[in-house]
């Protein structure tokens, strides 16, 4: 660990209301900004991509963002991928609620894909091999996250192959919504004792590292959501697409830390309940669709029931860090 360096807010702001829909309005606010932005970047009407597991963070994101195509008149078709090994965890239900709310409001600028995987079509030695070496990384929880990615982006590949989808280099997804809202449980690692009021003594807990006022550090990556994001962010890029996740942004970020926790949910029942409450107000306020709550779920529960196929143990990680440590 480096020494406990401080960390200072860039700027100072008041407090919002303790009001889970003013909460949600303002974040959702946030979110349309960072989307509006990130869009500024991305010249043509060439269609965008997004991974939709039915969870309030990439539902959000993906109603925040057809809205705002909409409002600035822009072209780009959105294409959503929900992948389903083997039937899939809870990921497919859901989704498909999503898209039946979505798709009367947006019409023919959305087409969304199922995506089907066999598990005997996976190679699981071979696929953390692969996952390893695009993400650099070897922490159990991130590292399964990146394999279903690796699986999704290698049907996509294929549909490309068989001439179903256009080439799409663009993708918005719903990364760092549970870091903004303190939305762990509180044994999220089993090595530490994190308690509630830790987490409301140190507002960026999960977004610079699980050390209070420390940044964990080693040869290959940062602490917190800075290294977390590796596990969508070196994927994509692996595959020629450059993602996007407008809930790491600093004015999401900003909103978050101005959300008046203790208040807002002064239990850890009331701190999970929290981000899907705020979430569906704001995205009512703003695109007229009550998108539902389903439970947290992280990207290779909710795609696989198969808890092996996504995922290393303690000798695999051991292994992955020799390799990437050479």
Same mark, same amino acid.
């Given at each position: 660990l480096l020494p406990g360096p401080a960390y200072a807010r860039y700027q100072e702001s008041d407090q919002l209301p303790a009001e889970a829909k003013i909460v949600g309005e303002n974040y959702i606010k946030a979110v349309a900004e960072a989307c509006r932005s990130h869009l500024g970047s991305i010249s043509g009407g060439g269609p965008i991509a997004v991974s939709l597991s039915g969870g309030m963070d990439s539902s959000g994101v993906l109603a925040v963002l057809l809205q705002i195509l909409e409002e600035d008149a822009r072209s780009n078709p959105v294409h959503t991928f929900t992948l389903a090994i083997d039937g899939g965890g809870g990921d497919l239900a859901q989704a498909r609620q999503v898209i039946s709310l979505l798709q009367p409001r947006f019409g023919r600028?959305?087409?969304?894909?199922?995506?089907?995987?066999?598990?005997?079509?996976?190679?699981?030695?071979?696929?953390?091999?692969?996952?390893? !070496?695009?993400?650099?990384?070897?922490?159990?929880?991130?590292?399964?996250?990146?394999?279903?990615?690796?699986? !999704?982006?290698?049907?996509?590949?294929?549909?490309?192959?068989?001439?179903?989808?256009?080439?799409?280099?663009?993708?918005?997804?719903?990364?760092?919504?549970?870091?903004?809202? !303190?939305?762990?449980?509180?044994?999220?690692?089993?090595?530490?004792?994190?308690?509630?009021?830790?987490?409301?003594?140190?507002?960026?807990?999960?977004?610079?590292?699980?050390?209070?006022?420390?940044?964990?550090?080693?040869?290959?990556?940062?602490?917190?959501?800075?290294?977390?994001?590796?596990?969508?962010?070196?994927?994509?890029?692996?595959?020629?697409?450059?993602?996007?996740?407008?809930?790491?942004?600093?004015?999401?970020?900003?909103?978050?830390?101005?959300?008046?926790?203790?208040?807002?949910?002064?239990?850890?029942?009331?701190?999970?309940?929290?981000?899907?409450?705020?979430?569906?107000?704001?995205?009512?306020?703003?695109?007229g669709v009550r998108l539902p709550i389903f439970p947290k779920a992280y990207f290779q529960e909710g795609c696989s029931e198969n808890r092996g196929l996504l995922s290393i143990n303690a000798e695999e990680s051991r292994e992955l860090k020799r390799l990437i440590l050479g």
């Open positions: 600028r959305l087409a969304h894909h199922e995506i089907v995987v066999n598990s005997n079509e996976v190679d699981h030695a071979e696929l953390v091999r692969r996952t390893g !070496l695009m993400i650099e990384d070897y922490r159990v929880l991130d590292f399964g996250a990146a394999m279903a990615g690796v699986v !999704l982006n290698d049907a996509i590949g294929r549909m490309y192959t068989r001439g179903e989808l256009p080439t799409i280099h663009h993708a918005f997804d719903g990364d760092g919504g549970n870091e903004v809202f !303190l939305d762990y449980p509180l044994d999220h690692w089993s090595h530490r004792a994190i308690a509630l009021h830790d987490i409301y003594q140190n507002p960026y807990l999960f977004l610079l590292g699980d050390d209070r006022k420390k940044l964990a550090f080693n040869p290959i990556h940062s602490a917190g959501m800075s290294r977390g994001y590796v596990r969508s962010f070196a994927v994509a890029r692996h595959y020629g697409v450059v993602p996007h996740s407008p809930l790491i942004d600093p004015r999401v970020i900003d909103v978050g830390a101005r959300m008046p926790m203790r208040e807002l949910a002064p239990t850890e029942a009331k701190l999970h309940d929290l981000r899907g409450i705020a979430v569906q107000a704001g995205v009512e306020a703003m695109v």
